[in-house]
């Protein structure tokens, strides 16, 4: 059995359940070892899972029910440390994802067009 401290550990913040859905539909094809997901709705549950658990990665969305745009960012950059972090990018403008990614966060999946081979690609990425 594989080793569960070997394993990728995503911490998937999205509050749009079809979207979560999609990310976790592309997350199972991805070749094993599969990650472990934390799903959270809110910027408030992902400070809490952050301090209480350790991540390889974060996906998140950038509007949340209480935090959007920048703040979201933001908060997460103070909050991660090193962690690298993964827009899932909708309806955002194309500034404030320029923004975020001049800030730190690592890259960007587009929401409802990425496959499991891009979400690979950008974990491999972004864990370096």
């Not at 209480?52 to 440390?81: C, H, K, M, N, V």
Request: aromatic content about 4%; glycine content about 6%; proline content about 4%.
């Amino acid at each position: 059995m594989q080793n569960q401290e070997a394993r990728c550990r995503i911490l998937l913040i999205e509050d749009n359940s079809g979207d979560a859905l999609l990310t976790q539909r592309a997350i199972n094809k991805l070749s094993p070892p599969l990650p472990i997901v934390t799903h959270v709705t809110t910027m408030e549950q992902a400070l809490v899972a952050l301090s209480q658990g350790t991540f390889s990665i974060i996906l998140t969305d950038l509007d949340l029910p209480d935090s959007s745009g920048r703040e979201t960012y933001q908060r997460l950059l103070l909050a991660a440390g090193d962690i690298p972090i993964i827009i899932l990018w909708g309806s955002q403008d194309e500034i404030t994802l320029q923004e975020a990614l001049a800030m730190g966060v690592r890259d960007y999946l587009e929401k409802g067009a990425f496959t499991s081979s891009d979400l690979s690609r950008v974990l491999r990425l972004a864990r370096g």
